[in-house]
């Protein structure tokens, strides 16, 4: 089993930033590709980020693609995502994912194993 569970989230204002982190238990979080993914009231979940199990691969979503950047540091089994110039748009619950002992990056929900509970991000206008 593992469990992730996401803390970072909050309310900013739009140009603002905010820093989600995501803490993975277990031994295989290094083996592991993760994503985050986010959903909005009446959408579907869709993909943000997802990182490959060393940090040498990523893949972006074109809506966020310069904006924010995804990183792991598997020493402390966490995965983070940093949110730059945030848009009204943004606003979402933002789940972290992991694809248990599988090494390379997925974009689609099916893809993953596990799921954190969501941490809710707010952008003002």
């Known amino acids: 089993q593992v469990q992730l569970v996401e803390s970072g989230g909050g309310l900013v204002q739009a140009g603002g930033s905010l820093r989600l982190s995501c803490a993975a238990s277990?031994?295989?979080?290094?083996?592991?590709?993760m994503g985050w993914f986010r959903q909005a009231p009446g959408k579907e979940r869709e993909i943000v980020a997802s990182?490959?199990?060393?940090?040498?691969?990523?893949y972006y979503a074109d809506s966020v693609k310069g904006r924010f950047t995804i990183s792991r540091d598997n020493a402390k089994n966490t995965v983070y995502l940093q949110m730059n110039s945030l848009k009204p748009e943004d606003t979402a619950v933002y789940y972290c994912a992991a694809r248990l002992i599988r090494p390379l990056i997925a974009t689609m929900t099916s893809g993953y194993d596990y799921w954190g509970q969501g941490t809710q991000v707010t952008v003002s206008s």
């Open positions: 277990g031994r295989t979080f290094s083996s592991s590709a």
């Open positions: 990182i490959n199990w060393n940090g040498g691969q990523f």
